[in-house]
């Protein structure tokens, strides 16, 4: 039976449209590191009661069980996807061994670059997952004071690592190549680029400024990299999920092994809350839950992240990879389609430029978009006045999308400016806000390493709860790899003419660029 025709389903459907959106209960999750208010999200008792009924027939707890017991939660892969292990004070013993040595053998590195005065900046080439992560980390966290310069260049167009190389000092830099197959061709090319960039400075031996992240072990060492240089990662982490991995050593060189420690205990704390939590309390089962309302009942289909925190940049690229790569896709188990609308376009912005950018179309657009806003109670600067209208500005703009402004209320307003009465009721027109959008409210009591660690493994775990609901695998991501192996086809076209059947603009260009 599909989704869409399951008794569960059709309880769900019809509690979320009788519910309640008005805002007028407080909904409030105490969880490690943050408070989530969801009293912008449909919500009532009935609606509670279809949740549980959902979960339950979608198996959700077999699900999360074989999440944090390494069974296939990657079933089309036939893998686990274990990254809880990674941050685990005390992983499950199949893995624990491995996992604990190579924690112990980043630290160590870490340790002695310290001690030597190694490395004055380090050069990051990976893309997607193997990117950013510690790309989001390093930004959001460095206001604690960095112990290096770290650039980041995953894109292939070259410029980007052009512009990374040119704030380094070769003769100083470590070199991070971060691919989990050792295959992909961004960071690969990179790395060519940069160990040009070694030789050309003079640099005697490049290689040992070099290290490896990578699963692929042989083919790091046949690109030289010495054995003590490659960090291993295992293919039952996910790119998307691999933060919490060697992968995060840019992070402990940046910010030192002991806030890299504090971001797994975060993640760590939300893994247990998550696991152990009743489904009313849990905060990332609820935030699935309003997302799934959000997008397969109420019809909205894209979700706007909007952190008031300038130093969550970052947070918007990684929450899309994290939510498009795993939820964008429709079969289900059987190879039958999820039979609902499935993963949301997610895009955003940090306020307030947000405000002046888009949220325009958020209040008085037709159809609209929820938003997820975060915030931090506490600001790392002395500007308490400016943390304050910081604060001011995400509340006003969240109850503004929930209380909206009626004609009435709209039309008071002009008639108290405008003394022509017909003139006010035409400029009240195009005053009134719909109102009734959903939205989240997260908030931090400060950004520091454990907190962001809780606040990522949230989003991880509300992203799994939904696959689980829609009955899709959040854990690969075969669209990727189909534009992959065109892009290798060609490739070979452009080094030399062969036989295809490409369309005829691909064509075009393909023969256009090799002249």
Not at 211 to 237: K, R, S
Not at 410 to 425: F, G, K
Request: glycine share 8%; net charge negative; aromatic share 8%.
């Amino acid at each position: 039976m599909s989704l869409s025709n399951s008794p569960a389903w059709q309880q769900f459907v019809a509690a979320t449209r009788a519910a309640s959106r008005d805002g007028r209960e407080l909904r409030l999750i105490n969880a490690p590191g943050l408070r989530l208010d969801l009293s912008a999200q449909a919500h009532s008792s009935d609606l509670q009661a279809a949740s549980a009924a959902l979960l339950a027939q979608q198996d959700f707890e077999a699900a999360r069980a074989r999440l944090f017991d390494g069974g296939h939660a990657n079933w089309t892969e036939g893998r686990a996807a274990w990254h809880t292990a990674l941050r685990a004070s005390e992983p499950p013993a199949m893995v624990a061994r491995a996992v604990l040595a190579e924690r112990e053998r980043l630290r160590e590195f870490v340790r002695e670059a310290d001690a030597a005065g190694r490395y004055s900046g380090v050069l990051h080439l990976g893309i997607g997952g193997s990117d950013w992560g510690p790309r989001l980390v390093t930004r959001a966290l460095r206001h604690g004071g960095a112990r290096r310069e770290v650039r980041f260049a995953s894109n292939v167009d070259s410029h980007s690592v052009d512009d990374a190389m040119s704030r380094l000092d070769p003769h100083n830099t470590l070199v991070i190549v971060a691919s989990k197959s050792f295959t992909t061709t961004e960071p690969l090319a990179n790395a060519e680029v940069a160990m040009n960039w070694l030789r050309e400075a003079g640099v005697a031996d490049p290689i040992k400024q070099v290290v490896a992240i990578t699963a692929n072990v042989e083919a790091a060492l046949n690109l030289g990299i010495l054995p003590d240089h490659i960090f291993q990662i295992w293919d039952w982490v996910g790119g998307r999920y691999s933060l919490w991995s060697a992968i995060g050593l840019p992070i402990a060189l940046a910010l030192g092994n002991d806030a890299f420690d504090q971001l797994l205990a975060g993640a760590a704390a939300m893994d247990d809350h998550f696991r152990t939590a009743p489904i009313a309390e849990n905060a990332p089962v609820q935030m699935a839950l309003a997302g799934v309302a959000n997008r397969s009942v109420l019809g909205y289909d894209s979700l706007v992240i909007a952190p008031y925190d300038s130093r969550l940049y970052h947070i918007v690229p990684w929450a899309q990879q994290l939510e498009m790569e795993s939820l964008g896709k429709v079969a289900t188990a059987d190879g039958s389609p999820a039979g609902v609308p499935t993963g949301p376009a997610v895009w955003g912005m940090s306020g307030t430029d947000c405000q002046h950018t888009f949220f325009q179309w958020l209040h008085q657009d037709a159809e609209g978009a929820p938003v997820d806003f975060i915030l931090c109670e506490q600001p790392d600067h002395a500007y308490a006045r400016h943390h304050e209208l910081l604060i001011a500005n995400c509340l006003a703009q969240r109850s503004a999308l929930l209380r909206g402004k009626s004609y009435e209320e709209a039309l008071a307003e002009t008639l108290a400016t405008e003394s022509d009465p017909a003139r006010a009721r035409l400029v009240a027109r195009h005053r009134v806000h719909p109102g009734g959008r959903p939205s989240s409210l997260i908030v931090l009591p400060h950004l520091e390493a454990y907190t962001l660690g809780a606040l990522l493994a949230m989003y991880e775990h509300k992203v799994f709860t939904q696959g689980v609901v829609w009955g899709i695998n959040p854990f690969d991501q075969w669209g990727v790899e189909f534009g992959k192996a065109l892009a290798k086809n060609i490739m070979r076209e452009l080094d030399a003419p062969q036989a295809s059947q490409q369309d005829p603009s691909t064509r075009f260009w393909i023969d256009a660029i090799r002249r």
